[in-house]
């Protein structure tokens, strides 16, 4: 791999998604919406599956940096963690006062949790979701960003804003640092012990919540095996459409071997695997999820790009029925 120093004006914005496996749509459609309160703003397909839900959940409009996405896969097996994965999936809140409000909403839920911890200075709460998924809460300090959805069954001053940071597990730091650091132009922002474990902070764009990769070190760990509980894939941010094309173009004369740009109507990607095996996305802002929707009924009947509109029949003939996502506790 060819080490490169970004130029300013290339430059990521932080996350943009997680995706995630679930084997249960339905009960993930409840838990994400009915008890940690995020909007469901689009259901779709896999379009590289389309026998497969993509179910996309964020805040009012699905802005990029607050979404967490599952591919319904119920045939996958369950998720074995280990090396090569995203671990956890962090969501930011805002503040100490929200913190305590979802330690004791997640236990009146039956959900079980850490209670809140202290991270680098900051509040978290670790719990799963009822497949296993990882996932934890973190006071972002009231950091700008995320608009919260109106009917959420958690009042706003407590809702989850968007994504704080995702844990990756590699067992060598080496070959994944030099692409975070050389191709994407992370930078180190903290190093760490955490539960015995070597864990190193990356940062990009601005820095802070929203823009994080936390790296922990497994070198005894076997590889894991992505199923139902464990993340597909994580997703940075690119403003444009020109400087996706660039990005591609830096990963490609960088030795790695990457797609090329697939429109995927709601945003454009691009996917490459960094050294330690975890699959990585860039995508674009926009157009967003009120492009073939009223926003106000986002994520309310199965919404089919344009490409797989002419197949519709066919495809939600081989779907289960899900509930619409409603408010109310």
Not at 155 to 170: K, Q
Not at 181 to 195: P, Y
């Given at each position: 791999?060819?080490?490169?120093?970004?130029?300013?004006?290339?430059?990521?914005?932080?996350?943009?998604?997680?995706?995630?496996?679930?084997?249960?749509?339905?009960?993930?459609?409840?838990?994400y919406t009915r008890v940690l309160g995020m909007r469901l703003v689009k259901k779709t397909v896999n379009q590289d599956d389309v026998s497969a839900y993509h179910l996309f959940y964020g805040d009012e409009t699905?802005?990029?940096?607050?979404?967490?996405?599952?591919?319904?896969?119920?045939?996958?097996?369950p998720h074995r963690p280990g090396a090569g994965e995203v671990a956890t999936i962090a969501l930011r809140v805002p503040g100490a006062l929200a913190l305590q409000y979802w330690a004791e909403r997640l236990a009146g839920a039956g959900v079980r949790h850490t209670g809140v911890e202290e991270h680098r200075g900051h509040g978290v709460i670790r719990f799963t979701d009822p497949e296993g998924q990882r996932l934890a809460l973190v006071d972002d300090g009231g950091a700008p960003g995320?608009?919260?959805?109106?009917?959420?069954?958690?009042?706003?001053?407590?809702?989850?804003?968007?994504?704080?940071?995702?844990?990756?597990?590699?067992?060598d730091l080496g070959p994944t640092?030099?692409?975070?650091?050389?191709?994407?132009?992370?930078?180190?922002?903290?190093?760490?012990?955490?539960?015995?474990?070597?864990?190193?902070?990356?940062?990009?764009?601005?820095?802070?919540?929203?823009?994080?990769?936390h790296v922990e070190v497994r070198p005894e760990l076997p590889r894991a095996r992505t199923g139902i509980g464990g993340v597909h894939h994580v997703a940075f941010r690119t403003p444009t459409d020109e400087q996706h094309r660039r990005w591609r173009e830096r990963i490609a004369s960088a030795?790695?071997?990457?797609?090329?740009?697939?429109?995927?109507?709601?945003?454009?990607?691009?996917?490459?695997?960094?050294?330690?095996?975890?699959?990585?996305?860039?995508?674009?802002?926009?157009?967003?999820?009120?492009?073939?929707?009223?926003?106000?009924?986002?994520?309310?009947?199965?919404?089919?790009?344009?490409?797989?509109?002419?197949?519709?029949?066919?495809?939600?003939?081989?779907?289960?029925?899900?509930?619409?996502?409603?408010?109310?506790?």
């Open positions: 791999m060819n080490s490169q120093r970004p130029v300013a004006e290339l430059e990521l914005g932080g996350l943009h998604h997680v995706t995630a496996v679930t084997g249960r749509a339905a009960e993930n459609v409840h838990f699905g802005s990029p940096g607050t979404e967490v996405t599952f591919f319904d896969w119920p045939d996958a097996g995320g608009s919260p959805w109106h009917d959420s069954p958690v009042p706003a001053e407590f809702a989850i804003r968007g994504i704080a940071f995702v844990t990756m597990v590699v067992r640092e030099a692409v975070l650091r050389d191709v994407l132009g992370f930078r180190r922002a903290a190093e760490l012990t955490l539960d015995g474990h070597q864990r190193v902070v990356f940062e990009t764009g601005p820095g802070g919540p929203g823009t994080e990769v030795g790695i071997a990457v797609t090329p740009v697939i429109d995927r109507y709601y945003f454009r990607s691009l996917y490459f695997r960094e050294p330690g095996g975890v699959l990585f996305e860039i995508a674009t802002d926009g157009p967003g999820f009120a492009v073939d929707e009223d926003p106000a009924h986002l994520g309310e009947r199965l919404a089919l790009p344009p490409f797989l509109e002419p197949y519709r029949a066919q495809i939600e003939a081989g779907l289960r029925p899900l509930p619409v996502a409603d408010a109310g506790d």
